[in-house]
């Protein structure tokens, strides 16, 4: 899976392809419809959201392979994600997609300093999230974090019990 680009989906909102749920599907057609050779799809899981009072997750990660530069692959994914719903809205807020590039390839980008408006592969926290490890695991569980040199099951090992528990297979 060394070459494959790694995506990790959420939603939390009704949008206008429909529940949570079903704007997880339409996306995974999506992102196929538009070049991207799916490789593999987690189950998706249900997580509690990181800001209080917001309904929770649902979660899942993909692997797909795409000719795309990762700059234009993240242009692709904000077009998906607004076409599904998603408006503009402060950080960790509700949202009916929610569409993070946890990966390129073994490629590092802007790793470990994150920008604003700048892409950093792979994700600066995707490693600190379990609802992103645990689906990640599910079809990668080798992964090997290029910044961090640690594979993605002991990144799922290392994170509080607590964080873990707040997830529900669906």
């Known amino acids: 899976m060394a070459k494959a ?4 989906l959420g939603s939390n909102l009704p949008g206008l392809w429909g529940t949570p749920q079903e704007t997880l599907a339409r996306t995974v057609v ?3 419809r538009l070049g991207c050779g799916i490789v593999s799809t987690s189950p998706t899981y249900e997580s509690a959201s990181l800001s209080a009072g917001q309904p ?3 979660n899942l990660v993909l692997a797909c392979h795409t000719g795309m530069a990762p700059a234009q692959f993240l242009r692709m994914a904000k077009t998906i994600e607004r076409r599904a719903g ?3 809205r402060t950080k960790w ?3 009916a997609l929610d569409i993070d590039i946890i990966m390129t390839g073994s490629q590092c980008l802007n790793w470990p300093r994150r920008g ?3 892409l950093t592969l792979p994700h600066p ?3 600190t ?3 992103v490890l645990r689906p990640l695991c599910d079809i990668a569980p080798h992964w090997y974090h290029p910044g961090l040199h640690v594979a993605a099951n002991t990144l799922l090992r290392r994170l509080p019990l607590q964080s873990k528990r707040s997830l529900r297979r669906m």
Do not use: D, V
């Open 129 to 131: 999230r379990a609802f």
């Open 86 to 88: 998603r408006r503009p």
């Open 30 to 32: 999506e992102i196929e």
């Open 56 to 58: 929770n997750y649902l």
């Open 116 to 118: 604003c408006g700048t």
């Open 93 to 95: 807020s509700a949202r």
């Open 5 to 8: 680009t790694l995506l990790a």
């Open 125 to 127: 926290e995707s490693h």
